[in-house]
């Protein structure tokens, strides 16, 4: 199971919390993220992260890459909705490509902790049987 991580600056701490609080699920998975907020969660937790680009120098379409490539099983990325970003478009472009690939994705706490959940009791297991395909 594949998992990207990001979060926006003043969202943060928020994911990092999460993935702290859900460790053990995370555990499981191979996580992926962007630059900044990679390092943040593998300093929370130790938990391996493949870090890509931060966010405005290319991360967001490195993962939507990944994403084309159906190589990703998970999306949690935990935008600010109140503050502009430079590179807006290749957020647009990574959230466009989860629902081209139908990939689940969360952009807040809220809809995260559904997903991670479903994810810990089995339900993501078709995600595994289309890769093995
Ligand atoms: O900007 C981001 C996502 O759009 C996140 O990038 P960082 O994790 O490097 O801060």
């Known amino acids: 199971m594949n998992i990207a991580l990001i979060a926006h600056d ?3 701490d928020t994911l ?3 993935v702290v609080a859900y460790r053990h699920i995370f555990a499981k998975a191979n996580l992926y993220g962007t ?3 990679g390092l943040r ?3 929370a937790t130790g938990l391996d992260v493949h870090r890509f680009q ?5 991360g967001d379409q490195q993962i939507g890459a990944l994403i084309a490539e159906n190589r990703m099983d998970l999306v949690l990325f ?4 109140l503050m502009a970003q430079p590179h807006e478009p290749d957020i647009i472009a990574l959230l466009r490509l989860c629902d ?3 990939i689940p994705v969360a952009t807040n706490m809220a809809t995260a902790e559904i997903l991670v ?3 810990e009791r089995g339900d993501f297991a078709w995600r595994e049987t289309i890769n093995s395909q």
């Open 41 to 43: 969660i593998h300093e």
């Open 10 to 12: 003043r969202k943060k």
């Open 16 to 18: 990092v919390n999460f």
């Open 100 to 102: 081209v690939h139908n």
């Open 117 to 119: 959940k479903a994810l």
């Open 35 to 37: 630059g900044t907020t």
């Open 54 to 58: 931060s966010g405005p120098l290319g």
């Open 78 to 81: 935990f935008r600010d909705p």
